[in-house]
């Protein structure tokens, strides 16, 4: 299993930026997902974006987050850094990474198949 940590929350203006980062430790390989999602206050999971530790599959952004949102990988630290610009109001809400193993070079999208999660880190976001 992976044990993972996120950091970097916190309380940001509407408009301004912001970059989380996730923390891996145990065993990743090039078959390793990383995955963030969000949790607004009540409601379910989204998925914000999917990074494969493989090559050659590319970075998947949910629509709303397309264009602002970045994400990057730290080898030396082994984190997956999240970098949030251009905040929205709704984009409160408790911000987690999650780890996946796949089969095959793609990363699974919704939250159902990551069983590795941290405990999320809190992004306010006013306006």
């Known amino acids: 299993s992976v044990q993972l940590v996120e950091s970097g929350g916190g309380s940001v203006q509407a408009g301004e930026s912001l970059r989380l980062s996730c923390a891996a430790s145990?065993?990743?390989?090039?078959?390793?997902?990383i995955a963030w999602f969000r949790q607004a206050p009540g409601k379910g999971r989204e998925t914000v974006a999917t990074f494969y530790f493989g090559k050659n599959e590319p970075t998947i952004f949910a629509d709303s987050v397309r264009g602002r949102f970045s994400i990057s990988r730290d080898n030396a630290k082994n984190t997956v850094d999240l970098r949030m610009n251009n905040f929205k109001h709704e984009e409160t809400g408790i911000y987690y990474c999650?780890?996946?193993?796949?089969?095959?070079?793609?990363?699974?999208?919704?939250?159902?198949?990551?069983?590795?999660w941290g405990p999320g880190t809190q992004v306010t976001v006013s306006s």
């Open positions: 999650a780890a996946a193993r796949v089969i095959i070079a793609r990363c699974y999208y919704g939250p159902d198949h990551y069983n590795d």
């Open positions: 145990g065993y990743t390989d090039s078959n390793t997902c």
